[in-house]
């Protein structure tokens, strides 16, 4: 199938892969710390605190909420203060990673010329980003009443049933909001190929180019994402079996690296699948770009 002849392309886009996954790391790393010396902080003074840290579960952390109610309006903070930074850091670097998808130069990408075209097309991303949200959140609204309707069905469905039907709400509401994210994927494609067109140009080229296409683009994004979810699944085996038996701070190190490794290679399927979404814009939309059999005739 076309879309795994981009595998190769994948592997020799390593720096631009990287630069993507250190950016989600620090995010993260940004997230969690702060939240995880408070928590150490007030725990540092108790003689049980070694055997909480080494056996560290939910129960925990809810324990400490309920207890100091103040740390949750804190810990809140802490997480949207971050996730507002990071929103905003990723519609910087959507300039350049959509420039190089669509051009198809994620191999050979200077990185001057990246940042470039981060900073250029910073302020429309930001644009596609606020139309986004509110999409998005009326899509989960609908969707939730949708699925709602379905459970109606399940009447007092338990056990397997009620898990599997569960399971089957849970993927219509993915699917729907999967659906949606690809027309910011479209419109972030065109504002790489078209950068000197008007916000509403953009959109127009983009719901042209996505209207024929979002059941192709579902059905390639999924073909990416089953082999990262059998990874995430190993990872959560290994994580529940063989790490907890270590325990301490080799079972902690062991499951931080098991994370990272899925987290790279969740970042490696979203540039997978945008590899081949930026091909196909490329040969349909080409704007600024030399279509991809021009410069085979012209090589």
């Not at 990185?111 to 302020?123: P, Q, S, T």
């Not at 995430?232 to 062991?254: C, K, P, R």
Request: with cysteine; glycine share 6%.
């Amino acid at each position: 199938m076309e879309i795994f002849r981009h595998i190769r392309q994948l592997w020799q886009s390593r720096g631009l892969l990287f630069l993507i996954y250190a950016i989600k790391a620090v995010a993260a790393l940004v997230t969690v710390m702060p939240i995880y010396l408070t928590v150490n902080s007030l725990l540092a003074h108790s003689s049980f605190s070694r055997t909480l840290l080494s056996g560290w579960d939910m129960s925990v952390l809810l324990e400490i909420f309920i207890r100091r109610e103040e740390l949750l309006s804190m810990s809140l903070a802490m997480v949207i203060t971050a996730a507002v930074i990071y929103l905003v850091l990723m519609q910087f670097i959507n300039g350049g990673l959509y420039f190089a998808v669509v051009s198809g130069r994620t191999r050979e990408m200077e990185w001057g010329e990246f940042f470039a075209e981060c900073g250029r097309n910073f302020n429309n991303h930001m644009k596609i980003t606020l139309l986004m949200l509110p999409v998005y959140v009326l899509l989960f609204m609908a969707a939730v009443f949708f699925v709602g309707i379905i459970g109606l069905a399940g009447g007092d469905m338990v056990g397997t049933p009620a898990l599997i039907l569960n399971l089957f709400k849970v993927i219509i509401i993915y699917l729907i909001l999967l659906a949606a994210s690809f027309f910011s994927d479209s419109a972030r494609a065109t504002l790489a190929a078209f950068p000197d067109h008007s916000f509403r140009e953009i959109l127009k080229i983009a719901a042209d180019y996505y209207r024929p296409r979002v059941a192709r683009l579902t059905r390639l994004f999924l073909l990416t994402f089953l082999p990262f979810l059998l990874i995430w699944l190993i990872v959560e085996w290994l994580t529940a079996t063989i790490v907890g038996n270590w325990g301490g701070t080799v079972g902690l190190v062991l499951e931080f690296i098991l994370f990272q490794v899925a987290a790279y290679l969740r970042s490696g399927q979203k540039l997978w699948f945008l590899i081949f979404l930026g091909k196909d814009f490329r040969s349909n939309r080409e704007g600024r770009f030399v279509p991809e059999q021009v410069e085979l005739k012209l090589g």
